[in-house]
């Protein structure tokens, strides 16, 4: 199961924490992700972090968010600084078996709202 928290409405510039909880699974053994999908778009990937710590990043929020993993609570963070309106979205956390690809878990989203 993984679960999503810490969405809210915030102002341009704010910043957000959410977290990813998992359980059920050997968290370790996952590769994970955060994507967001905003309304008449399709769902794009935001950040990635492997088992090993890898991380990756699309161009658009470089700098500003941060992906870390917390192997020990089953946990996945998406630190998010300086939020733009363009940000506003439903972030779903994602988690990929390294070893068995085709294993895959999305959790049910959490919605971020970037406005004045």
């Known amino acids: 199961q993984v679960v999503e928290s810490g969405g809210a409405l915030v102002h341009p510039g704010g910043s957000l924490r959410l977290s990813c909880a998992c359980s059920g699974i050997t968290f370790s053994n996952y590769n994970m992700a955060w994507y967001r999908q905003a309304p008449g778009k399709q769902r794009e990937l935001v950040a990635e972090?492997?088992?090993?710590?890898?991380?990756f990043y699309v161009d658009s929020v470089k700098g500003r968010f941060t992906i870390s993993r917390d192997n020990a609570k089953s946990m996945a963070y998406l630190q998010m600084n300086n939020l733009k309106p363009e940000d506003t979205a439903r972030y779903y956390c994602?988690?990929?078996?390294?070893?068995?690809?085709?294993?895959?878990?999305w959790g049910q989203g959490t919605q971020v709202t970037v406005s004045s």
């Open positions: 994602y988690a990929n078996n390294y070893v068995a690809s085709s294993v895959e878990y």
């Open positions: 972090i492997t088992r090993i710590d890898r991380t």
